[in-house]
């Protein structure tokens, strides 16, 4: 079974600063999605950003950019200039590649306070 | 631009009640979903429907909880007997490229 770990149960990072959160993930399959959401007080889940496993280049969204590593299994968000409204939960999630499959397995979060 | 809508957004309930959980997918969407999220936990996985059936769920989704999409739009969740630890926001989802969800709705059983 595929599993998703998020070790940082709480960061924080000065306004206008960078800050990365880290997530592992563990899965015998060879393609599979990986996603980032965001889920502010207001508890809706919010898309961040998404990579495709067969994809070698980083997905970028703005400030927003993830570091690959496939052969390591690790999906890591960094936040360039970070902003108050970035201050939220922060969930890493997997799904398997195609068909009726697509559930998302999700981490356990990370909170981000970002300090003015 | 499209969105999941959830119904309602806040639903208190007396233990052993029944409830249902309403949503509307993307109207172009085919894969549709439930999630549950205890408070202050990860969000997890119940149930996956597609073409008129569940096509996946989890330990969590027992025989108290059903899903049905009983006219082309609606998506429902429904609890049959609910219990404290039924407590919890539940999102729906539906899946074209991209998974998208609803904003949830807050079960609190008492």
């Known amino acids: 079974a595929q599993t998703v770990t998020q070790s940082q149960p709480e960061m924080s990072v000065q306004e206008a600063e960078t800050v990365t959160l880290s997530c592992t993930y563990d899965?015998?399959?060879?393609?599979?999605?990986l996603f980032w959401y965001k889920q502010p007080p207001s508890r809706q889940m919010i898309l961040v950003i998404r990579?495709?496993?067969?994809?070698?280049q980083n997905a970028t969204e703005n400030r927003f950019s993830v570091n690959f590593q496939k052969a390591a299994k690790s999906f890591s968000l960094k936040i360039s200039d970070s902003q108050l409204g970035d201050a939220a939960m922060y969930f890493c999630?997997?799904?398997?590649?195609?068909?009726?499959?697509?559930?998302?397995?999700f981490g356990k979060g990370t909170k981000l306070s970002v300090k003015p | 631009e499209p969105e999941v809508t959830q119904t309602p957004s806040h639903q208190v309930t007396q233990m052993g009640q029944e409830v249902i959980l309403r949503c509307v997918p993307i109207?172009?969407?085919?894969?549709f979903y439930w999630y549950r999220q205890i408070l202050g936990q990860k969000v997890e996985f119940l149930v996956s429907?597609?073409?008129?059936?569940?096509?996946?769920k989890s330990e969590i989704f027992d025989d108290q909880f059903s899903v049905e999409r009983p006219d082309g739009s609606n998506f429902t969740l429904k609890i049959r007997s609910t219990k404290l630890e039924d407590s919890a926001m539940y999102f729906c989802?539906?899946?074209?490229?991209?998974?998208?969800f609803g904003p949830g709705t807050r079960l609190t059983v008492l």
């Open positions: 989802a539906s899946k074209g490229p991209e998974q998208f």
């Open positions: 999630a997997y799904r398997n590649y195609g068909g009726s499959q697509g559930n998302l397995i």
């Open positions: 990579q495709e496993a067969y994809k070698q």
């Open positions: 109207s172009n969407h085919l894969y």
């Open positions: 899965t015998s399959e060879s393609d599979y999605y």
């Open positions: 429907f597609y073409n008129n059936e569940i096509s996946e």
